[in-house]
């Protein structure tokens, strides 16, 4: 048992950007399924426990649209993010989400183009260590983990290079929206809200574009679903094509360098990694066990449910925590320690069930590609410190990232 | 409550108990099952699910879309033996099905 009282626990609470796990450790230990007054939520962190709640989409629901009018009323119906957000996918339920899911997992998720997104990504990520050939110092994090994700995704939807200068500022003032891990007024709605119409802009000129000139990328594929009614309206159409630009970066530009920086904090998992390259794939499954960027996701059972033993009424919100389940020990052996040779049980760092995330396979191949790109090309790099301090963690309750990670040699 | 029984070669079998109409695929990961991997979370698209049942049980199973047989094609799986298990029902009827647990691991 760990000494933490849960009974003050709050998911916003600042140390949990810096290291999260030992609360993680005490809720699942002391109550796994636990009523947190604060935020007025549950937060489930049992493997067991989150495996049933994702797995049963007639039961939990995300209701986008109920949550978030029920928190700032009916006036959010104006608002261009709530209106981008509830059009997207991965936000949608039921016939919706079954209506559209289908066009991406039939792109994303097939090992045929699993094969074929690799060289890009090879590529992307061999052109980046060129770039910095001559630097001995640099950010992990902005001058590549972040640079991989938007190259790669910049190149499926056909953004020339130089555009992302314009537009790829905007995922950053998108992303805290989408989560809800800030307040929807002021600075924070009204950034969020010029990103999105700045974003549909662009995407429905490009999109237009290149429908009179359609390639194999996933911007005609997606104009193909949308030609074949896949998308209901052209605000549908375009709000999924944001979505596919900004899912990709967060998530990928944090997994890179939590990555690199839990290999460093474990240097005899680094070594074996270096002294050999057959294990990469196995220490990626690892790495986003160990620390996966999406710390949590919400769900919103429709009817009275009993999850690990707690009665849960209709309507409430479920804080699921992947991170902590990721951890259970009832699954995984020695859970809190990174083994880059572990192997077997599926994570839940990509949620399961009908919701997982579609981009799951492209983020474990700019992982694998990213860090033997790295650890190949700079192979005595150091990092500046192993514990960055807490201004460098994102500082946000359920996606954990860096902003950055400073490293020479 | 039926149940369906899923062999590990490594690890010996695990009993499984279900619902009729959950997925076996489901079922699975709610039990954390090593190997059942399920990437796409059950549309068929990733082939990391797949299962080999006993000879008496695949006879029993409604037949394969095309879209299985492909993803079980592609991904080097027989067709004529192997199933994806997010694609399997389970029924009453089923109660005792058994199954080998293939090689899901594709990094």
């Excluded at chain 2, 979370?41 to 492909?70: F, N």
């Excluded at chain 2, 099905?97 to 594709?106: E, G, K, S």
Aim: charged share 30%; glycine share 6%.
């Amino acid at each position: 048992m760990t000494d933490i009282d849960i009974s003050k626990f709050d998911p916003r609470d600042p140390r949990m950007s810096v290291d999260p796990y030992p609360v993680y450790r005490a809720l699942r230990e002391q109550d796994p399924m636990h009523w947190v007054d604060a935020t007025k939520m549950w937060v489930a962190t049992s493997y067991k426990d989150i495996a049933e709640i994702l797995t049963d989409d007639e039961t939990y629901k995300h209701r986008y649209e109920h949550r978030e009018i029920s928190r700032y009323g009916e006036g959010v119906r104006e608002q261009p993010y709530f209106n981008a957000i509830r059009r997207m996918v991965f936000m949608m339920d039921g016939a919706d989400h079954a209506r559209i899911r289908p066009y991406f997992a039939k792109w994303f998720l097939s090992p045929v183009r699993a094969r074929a997104l690799q060289p890009i990504v090879e590529r992307i990520a061999t052109s980046l260590m060129d770039e910095l050939q001559d630097k001995r110092e640099f950010d992990i994090v902005a001058d590549y983990a972040y640079q991989i994700p938007l190259r790669v995704i910049g190149e499926l939807l056909t953004v020339p290079a130089e555009d992302h200068a314009k537009i790829a500022h905007s995922v950053e003032a998108i992303v805290p929206l989408a989560e809800g891990s800030v307040p929807k007024s002021g600075e924070f709605l009204e950034r969020g809200n010029a990103a999105l119409v700045l974003l549909y802009d662009y995407f429905r000129d490009l999109a237009r574009k290149r429908r009179a000139n359609p390639g194999d990328d996933l911007l005609s594929a997606m104009i193909a679903a949308a030609d074949e009614g896949g998308f209901l309206d052209e605000d549908e159409f375009i709000a999924n094509i944001i979505l596919v630009y900004f899912a990709g970066h967060d998530t990928t530009t944090a997994s890179t360098s939590l990555s690199i920086l839990a290999l460093h904090r474990h240097p005899e998992e680094l070594a074996k990694l270096k002294a050999n390259p057959g294990l990469l794939g196995k220490a990626v499954e690892e790495l986003f066990r160990y620390e996966p960027p999406g710390q949590g996701i919400g769900r919103i059972p429709v009817r009275d449910v009993v999850v690990g033993g707690r009665k849960i009424e209709a309507g409430s919100v479920i804080l699921c925590y992947l991170a902590a389940g990721n951890r259970d020990p009832e699954v995984f052996e020695r859970p809190d320690r990174l083994i880059i040779e572990r192997e077997g049980h599926k994570i839940l760092s990509f949620a399961a069930g009908i919701h997982t995330c579609l981009g799951n396979l492209l983020a474990r191949q700019e992982l694998r590609i990213g860090l033997h790109t790295l650890l190949t090309r700079r192979p005595s790099l150091q990092l500046e410190t192993i514990d960055p301090p807490a201004a460098s963690f994102k500082p946000s309750a359920v996606s954990r990232g860096l902003r950055t990670l400073r490293a020479y040699g | 409550m039926p149940r369906a029984v899923l062999i590990d070669a490594d690890r010996g079998s695990r009993e499984l108990a279900y619902e009729a109409g959950d997925t076996l695929m489901v079922i699975a990961v709610r039990n954390a099952v090593r190997g059942i991997e399920a990437r796409c979370g059950g549309a068929r698209a990733c082939g990391t699910c797949a299962i080999e049942p006993e000879a008496a049980w695949l006879k029993l199973l409604p037949p394969m879309s095309e879209d299985e047989r492909e993803m079980l094609e592609w991904t080097g799986r027989d067709p004529a033996r192997a199933r994806l298990s997010c694609q399997i029902a389970l029924t009453a009827q089923l109660d005792g099905f058994t199954a080998v647990i293939l090689d899901n691991d594709i990094d």
